[in-house]
């Protein structure tokens, strides 16, 4: 079963700073399964970003995924005030496996 | 525009069993596979199940297989998750989760608000 480590734990940031998430897999896994949620406190995740780099609808172009392999990055270009939130990186290939949680914090 | 709504949540005590529920809307829901994904208080998400779009297959996470069951009825719209044997490690909030495709593999595209179960005496 792949393993999903997500780094830094928490991210502290100033708006309009560039903030760079990392998901780190157990095993090289295919990038068409790779996405990132982001849930803000007391709500429900939504979905960011699919197959490594395709942004959901209505998600702003200045979230962007990268990777391949083992390393994948979710990068926020300016931070905006509703981007403070938690991350999380997942495989949906067999395992479905999601990473612990990247928490980006206002510094 | 899709909507999850989730019921069924509630106090049970250690050993209990519960149903939870969820009704879809605006989605073709048979065709369409579905999930259940949890979250501990203060933790991460867990996925817990999955089943394909006609309920012919379904998958479970090592920590809920043997006593946790799920199903659909797709002339209702709605996705069931039959839980027995409860214990506190089952504590979390439970969410409704559409996937992408009929089958896997899939990402979670739409999210339901969650409901929450807690097991305790």
């Known amino acids: 079963e792949v393993v999903l480590t997500q780094s830094p734990g928490t991210l502290s940031l100033s708006p309009g700073k560039r903030a760079t998430l990392s998901c780190r897999a157990s095993q090289s896994v295919s990038s068409r399964y790779l996405a990132w949620y982001q849930q803000k406190p007391g709500q429900a995740p939504r979905l960011l970003i699919y197959?490594?780099?395709n942004r959901a609808t209505g998600i702003p172009d200045r979230f962007s995924g990268s990777g391949s392999g083992t390393d994948f990055t979710l990068t926020i270009s300016r931070l905006e005030p509703e981007d403070f939130a938690v991350y999380y990186c997942?495989?949906?290939?067999?395992?479905?496996?999601f990473g612990q949680g990247t928490k980006v914090e206002i510094e | 525009e899709v909507q999850l709504l989730e019921s069924g949540g509630g106090l049970v005590q250690p050993g209990g069993s519960l149903r939870l529920s969820c009704i879809a809307s605006g989605f073709t829901f048979n065709s369409f596979a579905m999930s259940w994904v949890r979250q501990a208080p203060g933790k991460g998400l867990e996925w817990v199940t999955s089943i394909t779009y006609n309920g012919g297959d379904t998958w479970h996470a090592d920590s809920v297989k043997g006593r946790f069951t799920t199903s659909r009825d797709n002339s209702k719209k709605t996705l069931y998750v039959q839980m027995n044997s409860l214990s506190a490690e089952d504590t979390a909030v439970y969410y409704c989760?559409?996937?992408?495709?009929?089958?896997?593999?899939?990402?979670?595209?739409?999210w339901g608000q969650g409901t929450l179960v807690t097991v305790s005496t």
């Open positions: 197959g490594t780099s």
């Open positions: 989760v559409k996937g992408s495709s009929v089958s896997r593999p899939y990402y979670f595209d739409h």
């Open positions: 997942q495989h949906y290939d067999d395992s479905r496996t």
